[in-house]
């Protein structure tokens, strides 16, 4: 419509422009229309769409490196791992420093596990050297500096000392160990008091007041710890061979590389590993060949779910269409038959199929006993992808009848009349007039079916044995035995991003106000 | 065509029945004939078995009993694609899937017809319906009375000589109903095809009709041109189905061949022609079309019964005057007056006497 008359817009009672002044009215409806269901709307936002938000972050997230081990992250800064060689001292005392809070906090085996999903052996290197680290004998600066001056066994020394941010700007790897080491106690509401102060504190010290370098404190405690050692040296601890003591795998160049490669708080990892990649110095590249199990399983599911959808189709069909066309009461009591999978427990539905598909099983049974089939040549049914397709598909199949039910219900009979009085055969009438109006209700129960499929864990984990798994079955692994969430959180992401890449197409294809649940 | 006696019948029902259920007859022997080009109409009440009828004819319902010839052959063991009859939906019944122009080819493509010779034929039947440029929409995009025509040349595309209408024009207004009528009244005479029409509308039947066909309870009331069924009802359904009636119910006291006297039960008499009593002491339902009721003495036979009537109301409309009157006991007599500059205007409540032609009031079966 075009308002395009010679005396330009029309205008409403208040002289301001029609158009203007209807939006205004449409405007409000449509605020007080949402107003009434916000309550419900955000309740969808916090519990439906957060937590898949949520999942989305997880897949990338990448803390805890960082969190755990901020001074080994920022040493690693200057270690070029494309040398080949491992980094040097200061490496692994900035990480001596790190593990030796993190046992403190009991964050090691953590750290540990999740390192351990890109590099496997971390998690016992982690655990073994967190036992270890108290022994290690650093205990040679504590006595250096006590020595020096008695102050520094005192907790109140180094509050004075580093709780002036100066201080620690200038001696940032002592005082930032002491601050979070002084932080585990105040977090629980003490102090420090008079807690015999750590080795690693000493440590720290020493690595920093070795070197004479110009700091503008006046401290006299400082001042004397660092003149006192430019004139002789302390005696060191060297913890390269400390640490080789305590897990050899400390000199291997690949922890190292781990280590730096994950520092980063977000990390790409997850999502290259779901892909069957993983991170090198060269950038990402594909996993060797026997470890690339995802890519494999991504292919399987959507292949298995098309191929369940086929038969969904194949098998409801049919009775969709005897559903539609018996008189009511009759198409009532098979439309209960066709419900009654969905009063009894999912669990009950595929054990039961276990037991009809096994080696000894009914099916195999009869199948012998009919001769089709040799007694000692009996069909495999159950743990691979026949045993997940035989029982999902009927698992499925109500998902695919009641939408087909409901659209054809809705074809009038007067179609086939007219098309078979038009001169069209049986089979002319039914595939040229009552098929393509059909269609939406295929359309509707194949996306309500390969997307139930799609995500399918309990029947392919229960009858799919090592080949009839799907990829949600890995996902459930991660989740609750490897614990590696973010692997699981970015398999379900690209589990997503897949159907929502499959809905898309679809909607290309068949268009998706082509699909009908009913009426 | 041996097993026929009459050779001109196009459409033939012989001693036809049909049960749904095994226990009612839906249709109880039907007998009827029809001559290649006739249009006949199929009027009666709901559930009087006009669509059955239908049905059975286009292959949809198969007859219990009887034999149904088309052009001479008997098409009970033929399936209805074979049948080669057109059919107007009630419901229209077009594919929604297609355009326009494909509902129109399908009957064509069907019979592995060619394309260019599909697309000519498609062209000429929508011309005809007037839809020419409508050969691109889909069914829905279109409005009733265009669907109504997308269904009549989809019914005549392919050339039938026998088109099943049934209540074609339901769903329409009036004032495109009439002109429907006459589209399709228009386009059957040109083509010269043969129509059975199934309507409840009596104005319908009666405008368009060679021949219609009175159904009721399954039986056919009468079967005859349109004016005879309105002036010549064979029986009191017909009469009182088919245009305004008046009826007075009494007792045969004389016949005298083609006239006889009826006392009314207030007592008084009237002259009737009888049709369906037979013998004095019947009783009987008299019929009077209200045009033919008239109370200007000067017009009336000076030997004819005249009966008292009280006016009861008088409704002026229009073209015609109506006037309500009690008549022996009946209150709901109507007659009426044509709006001429002479004509009277009677007074509600004034005394008035009435009576009519011998030959116009018909004595039927009191039932
Ligand atoms: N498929 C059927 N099964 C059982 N009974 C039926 C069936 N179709 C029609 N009937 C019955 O047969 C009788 C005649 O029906 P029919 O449809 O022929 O009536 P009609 O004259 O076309 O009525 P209308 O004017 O309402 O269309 C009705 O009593 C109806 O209930
Ligand atoms: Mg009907």
Redesign the interface.
Known sequence: MSDATSSGPMLAADGTPLKTSLARSLRMRKLRALMLIAPLLLFVLITFIAPILQMLLRSVENQIVSDTLPETVVALEQWDATTGDIPGEFAFEAIYLDLAIAVEQKLHTRLGSRLNYEETGMASLFRKSGRRIGRFDTDVYTDQFTDLNAAWEDPETWYEIFGDERNVAELPLVGRSWQRWAALFEAEGETVGKRDLEDFLFAALHYETRQDRYITSENPLLLQAMRAQSETPFETSRLIPQFEDADEDWLDHAVWQTIKTYSPRYTSGYFLNAIDMEKSPEGAVAKPENLQIYIKLFWRTLFMSLVITGSCILLGYPVAWILANLPSRSANLLLILVLLPFWTSLLVRTSAWKVMLQDQGVINNVLVWIGLVAENDRLALINNQTGTIIAMTHILLPFMILPLYSVMKTI?P??L??????????W??FW??YF??SVPGIGAGSILVFILAIGYYITPEIVGGTSGIFISNRIAYHISSSLNWGLAAALGAILLVLVLGLYWCYDKIVGIDNVKLGG | MADTGRSDAFVEFERVQKSYDGENLVVKDLNLSMPKGEFLTMLGPSGSGKTTCLMMLAGFETATHGDIRLDGTSINNIPPHKRGIGMVFQNYALFPHMTVAENLSFPLEVRKMGKSEREAKVNRALEMVQMGAFGGRRPAQLSGGQQQRIALARALVFEAELVLMDEPLGALDKQLREHMQFEIKRIADNLGITVVYVTHDQTEALTMSDRVAVFNDGVIQQLAPPDTLYEAPENSFVAQFIGENNTLEGVVTEMMGDACVVRLDDGSELDATPINVSKVGERTRVSIRPERVEFNKERLSPDAHTLKAQVMEFIYMGDIFRTRLKVAGNDEFIIKTRNAPDQVRLEPGSEIEIGWLARDCRALDAS
Not at chain 1, 417 to 426: C, I, V
């Open positions: 009038s007067s179609y009349r007219a098309a078979k009085s038009l001169g069209a055969t049986n002319t009438a040229r007039v393509p109006q």
